[in-house]
């Protein structure tokens, strides 16, 4: 489980955010400036959806939840085609995955965790790694907007404003001596969101994107027979 979070962090910390100071018109503010006004538009959020695919370690993750600052979260996440539904409910956490997701996810555990579960819903430990994190906000923007204490050497540059889902936003590079070149799109318009980050060189590449800003959006918990507790079976 934990490789889908990593996967999504490999992304999003690729094209960090840092702090800098501001100017008259927003395109004509460093890339720096635009960026910290991006990281300031993003921590202020109560809602997003995160949607997109990712490379790491020779797997393609694809994830599209919707997730807020109260614990909620619906949607999926996938692994080679292979997918599970997620939904979360005031900090509790569930998910459904297919039969092939057990297969590539759980090893020689697989058949016999299938024989078990069948298609009810599993219970995410509190703490856990993995599907738990897209259900926490804060933790999930934490981990794609890298902290700008960290002392890097990755430098920025602007690129073309670009149409983006029918918004005006402007490409912001990030060349890092590690992880290599991504780029960032940041709205023009205030709130300046990110609205998408892509990478295509270095170890992992992919491309997500963020939309659905502060929208409302329905999560049901799934009933108490319907969900199975993994931990409790096997203490």
Not at 16 to 21: I, R
Request: charged share 30%; proline share 2%; net charge negative.
């Amino acid at each position: 489980m934990t490789r889908i979070g990593l996967a999504v962090a490999s992304v999003g910390l690729a094209t960090a955010l840092t702090a800098c100071g501001g100017s008259d018109s927003f395109t004509d503010q460093s890339a720096e400036d635009i960026a910290n006004a991006s990281k300031d538009a993003m921590g202020d959020l109560k809602a997003v959806k995160v949607a997109g695919s990712v490379t790491t370690s020779g797997q393609q993750v694809d994830i599209d939840v919707q997730t807020n600052a109260e614990g909620d979260c619906v949607g999926s996440i996938g692994i080679d085609g292979a997918s599970a539904e997620i939904v979360g409910v005031e900090g509790s956490t569930w998910f459904r995955p297919s039969q092939e997701f057990w297969e590539k996810s759980a090893g020689e555990a697989a058949e016999q965790i299938i024989t078990l579960v069948g298609d009810k819903w599993v219970v995410v430990p509190e703490g856990e790694d993995g599907f738990g994190q897209f259900c926490d906000l804060d933790e999930l923007l934490d981990q794609m907007l890298k902290d700008d204490d960290e002392d890097d050497k990755a430098t920025f540059s602007k690129g073309d404003t670009e149409d983006i889902d029918g918004d005006e936003a402007i490409a912001i590079d990030q060349e890092d001596p590690e992880d290599g070149t991504s780029t960032g799109y940041v709205l023009v318009d205030e709130p300046h969101y990110l609205v998408k980050i892509e990478k295509t060189d270095g170890d992992d590449s992919g491309s997500v994107t963020f939309s659905e800003f502060d929208e409302d959006f329905d999560a049901e918990a799934p009933a108490e027979e319907d969900t199975i507790d993994l931990d409790n079976l096997s203490s």
